[in-house]
């Protein structure tokens, strides 16, 4: 709205202007190795409304964007791509999203795959919250009130609990409340990440899980057994060491593309702004 405003243009103008811009960038674009690649999928509306994305974890650009977060929106990106260009592929880091993982897999093999260790912390944590909320329901039928507004401190590791608000942590630890319990379960998995090789990390995995199976806290017992389903994944991180960190901070990135526009109802044009502010790309005539 800024640009527009200075150039004295209208946004169906300006849209034009890097609509071209775009075009121009993507029919100059060299294909080159990307040994590291990055996958996931943001919203762009209400609705459930999604696009794929592939990073360039190299570069830390935008590499494809297509509609949908199905098998066949990541396929269309491997297909693209010659028998050449998928060997040059190492690791490809990514979420639990089922659809993603079988078509990768079919095209590079599994011991490809790396499950993101950020999205996996992301998954505990929201069985964590649950645990949080079912516990504080029943505790303030008792009149009891300790756990209200304490649910970003479950959120945190104990090193980064904010310093204003560590007393109030201090002070639930030792209550021995089943969220404590969840909150410690979640922050003994980020050791799997410390282990020395594969066999280290795959002893601290069965151990973990026969530790979570013997719990009676359903929430964090099903977000492990997820886990678990794809520990194969996860255990490929001793073998690539990579992260999908230069996604996330893509992502905070096109939220922030979002946020400027006020939401993105056409695909293509959130597919566009994307290109432009993220692809990397020669955009000028």
């Known amino acids: 709205m800024g640009a527009t405003s200075i150039l ?5 103008e300006a849209y034009g202007i890097m ?3 775009v075009e121009r960038g993507l029919e100059r674009k060299k294909t080159e190795p990307t040994p590291y690649l990055g996958i996931d ?11 794929t994305l592939v990073y360039n974890l190299n570069q830390g650009i935008a590499e494809y964007i ?3 977060r199905k098998q066949e929106s990541l396929k269309r990106y491997y297909e693209q791509l010659d028998q050449e260009q998928l060997k040059q592929i190492q690791a490809v880091a990514m979420d639990m999203w089922d659809p ?10 599994y011991g490809k795959i790396v499950i993101d260790r950020f999205h996996l912390m992301k998954h505990l944590n929201q069985a964590v919250d649950i645990v949080r909320k079912q516990e504080n329901r029943e505790l303030e039928k008792e009149g009891d009130s300790s756990l209200k507004g304490s649910k970003y401190l479950w959120l945190y590791s104990r090193e980064n609990i904010p310093p204003n608000k560590l007393e109030i942590f201090e002070e639930l630890i030792p209550k021995e409340l089943r969220v404590g319990k969840a909150w410690a379960m979640k922050k003994s998995f980020r050791e799997l990440w410390k282990q020395i090789d594969l066999n280290k990390g795959t002893e601290f995995s ?7 199976y013997a719990s009676e806290i359903n929430p964090i017992k099903k977000a492990a057994k997820t886990v678990v389903n794809h520990i194969d994944y996860i255990l490929n991180c001793f073998f690539n060491r990579i992260t999908n960190a230069v996604s ?4 905070s990135k096109i939220q922030k593309i979002q946020q400027m526009a006020c939401g993105y109802r056409n695909t293509e044009n959130f ?6 502010h993220c692809g990397g790309l020669e955009l000028y005539p």
Not at 8 to 12: G, M, P
Not at 271 to 276: D, Q, R, S
């Open 8 to 12: 004295r243009i209208s946004w169906d």
């Open 19 to 21: 609509s071209r811009a």
């Open 206 to 212: 069965l151990n973990w899980w026969k530790w979570i």
């Open 271 to 276: 597919k566009t702004a994307i290109y432009f």
């Open 41 to 51: 999928e943001k919203a762009i509306a209400t609705g459930h409304k999604y696009t």
């Open 66 to 68: 297509t509609e949908d």
């Open 248 to 251: 996330e901070g893509l992502n």
């Open 100 to 109: 993603f993982i079988k078509v990768t897999e079919n095209y590079l093999g």
